[in-house]
């Protein structure tokens, strides 16, 4: 069993550990009211995420999965950074996980020539909203996405990242 932290593409054999992982996080720790139901991207990433210019990633500790990111393709060399989450014990500078996860976005995102990441994430996330900021995105208006760009329910606070 490797005991080093590693991020790979998704594959449907980490769909459980991941719906398992998100929902906790939405749930237990931030109570925001939403169920694995109500997210069916979950059970169809290959044909929701991993398309065209899109992807999902997990971060793999010990065989176990401990984080994810995603890309969604919305056309015109922009995409959506979607699900983004880290298990609590894997946060922060001991792991770099997050990081890591980003990184690994980003830079399939530049292989690709996508001109902007756009994101939406909620207002209790503060610590998000730091490390988002700090990795250069900066927050824009609702009226400054782009027309395809999937504004869900919970999300109240927008960023993006543009490259040149």
């Known amino acids: 069993m490797n005991n080093s932290l590693i991020i790979k593409p998704y594959s449907s054999k980490n769909q459980a550990e991941v719906v398992q992982l998100i929902v ?7 109570k925001i009211a ?3 139901d109500d997210q069916p991207d979950l059970f169809q990433v290959e044909e929701f995420y991993q398309t065209e210019d899109g992807n999902f990633w997990v971060a793999m500790y ?4 401990v984080g994810t990111i ?6 015109n060399k922009q995409v959506a950074l979607r699900k983004m989450f880290v298990a609590k014990e ?4 001991t ?6 996860l980003l990184a690994t976005a980003i830079a399939w995102a530049k292989e690709r020539q996508i001109k902007a990441i756009y994101l939406g994430t909620t207002p209790q996330f503060l610590a998000a909203h730091r490390f988002y900021e700090k990795n250069g995105f900066t927050r824009v208006s609702p009226d400054d996405l782009p027309e ?4 869900l329910p919970v999300d109240k606070l927008f960023y993006h990242l ?3």
Request: hydrophobic share 30%; aromatic share 14%.
């Open 24 to 30: 906790h996080i939405q749930q237990e720790e931030y």
């Open 90 to 93: 894997f946060r922060g500078s």
């Open 148 to 151: 395809k760009f999937p504004v």
């Open 162 to 164: 543009e490259f040149s």
């Open 62 to 65: 010990g065989g176990k999965v």
């Open 70 to 75: 995603s890309l969604l393709d919305i056309g």
């Open 95 to 100: 792991y770099k996980t997050a990081s890591l």
């Open 34 to 36: 939403i169920t694995k």
